[in-house]
């Protein structure tokens, strides 16, 4: 059974710092990615990365200020959010893909398995 188990959202004033993780388990996976979704807004890519080798992806937006990371023996990918602004407030989602072994992709549907989100509110 598959399982992306989120946690760490939150409430943290601008400026403030959050990290997400990310449990996989029940299957192999070539990437992960982060999403958000924001009230009224798509769902859009913010970090991705593989789980072999360096190879990462950075939203323009968060460039900076987030960073993916990962522990292999963990099966646990991280998202670390540094000054965040009130337009960071979204649910963001765990995102993996089993599918493609040389793709790092960015869009929903490069993802076969979801987590189930975690809301993280920035105020200012």
């Known amino acids: 059974q598959v399982q992306l188990v989120e946690s760490g959202g939150g409430l943290v004033q601008a400026g403030g710092s959050l990290r997400l993780s990310c449990a996989a388990s029940?299957?192999?996976?070539?990437?992960m990615g982060w999403f958000r979704q924001a009230p009224g807004k798509e769902r859009e890519c913010v970090a991705a990365?593989?789980?072999?080798?360096?190879?990462?992806y950075y939203a323009d937006f968060v460039k900076g200020r987030f960073t993916i990371s990962r522990d292999n023996a963990k099966n646990t990918v991280y998202l670390q959010m540094n000054s965040l602004k009130p337009e960071d407030t979204a649910v963001y989602y765990c995102a993996a893909d089993s599918r493609v072994p040389m793709r790092l992709g960015v869009g929903i549907v490069d993802y076969d398995y979801w987590g189930q989100g975690t809301q993280v509110t920035v105020s200012s």
């Open positions: 990365t593989r789980w072999r080798g360096v190879t990462t």
């Open positions: 029940g299957r192999t996976f070539y990437a």
